[in-house]
Each structure stands twice: as C-alpha cells, then as structure tokens.
C-alpha cells in the first residue's frame, strides 16, 4: 500500500469514527451535541473551522481541500443532513444535503 492511499484509508477512518460519535450522540436526543461533536471533530481532522468549510463554493473547497479531503467533506455534509432530520431541523437537513451534492458533482 502506498503512503498516499495509506492516508486516505486513515483519514476516511478518522472522520468515519467522528461521525459515528455524532450520530451515537443524536440517538441518545442530544442534537445540538451531536452537531458539536461533528463540527469539531470534521474541523480537526479536515484542517479548518466547519464554518469556514461551510462558506467555501464547491470548487474552493477541492482545490483547497484536495479530492480525499473534500471526498470527507461530502460523507460529513451528508450525515450532518441526517442529525438536522433526527431533531426535526428538515428546512437544514436539505441545505447539506444539496451542499453535499454540490460537492460531489465539483468532484466527478
């Protein structure tokens, strides 16, 4: 295996384990927590505040990112989707949702 799909393997683990942590969190009723947990796990791995990966257009955001990284972005965009549904938040659970497949298309 080389370094760079060690990488990918280790930073697609890392956020998958922030983003099971949010969702065990959402389960329990804590939503507000669990977009904490998300936010701030996806910040450190990802290398910059949510809310300024928020702000980024699609194509920043690979270029900055590069592909695995914004590859993540779109996997957290889609799970914070589904925490926004869980509490109810459906107006907020769509605007991820098309921010993820706006990213997704900036990736194909």
Not at 40 to 63: I, K
Not at 85 to 95: A, C
């Amino acid at each position: 295996m080389s370094y760079q799909e060690d990488f990918v393997l280790r930073l697609a683990r890392r956020i998958g384990e922030v983003l099971a942590r949010a969702l065990g969190v959402a389960k329990q009723g804590s939503y507000d927590e669990s977009h904490q947990v998300l936010e701030q796990g996806v910040a450190s791995e990802l290398g910059m505040p949510f809310h300024m990966l928020l702000r980024l257009d699609a194509a920043s955001a690979v270029r900055l990112l590069g592909r695995d990284k914004a590859a993540q972005l779109v996997e957290a965009l889609r799970t914070r989707a589904l925490l926004f549904e869980l509490g109810g938040r459906h107006n907020d659970s769509q605007i991820s949702r098309d921010h993820a497949d706006t990213l997704e298309r900036a990736l194909s």
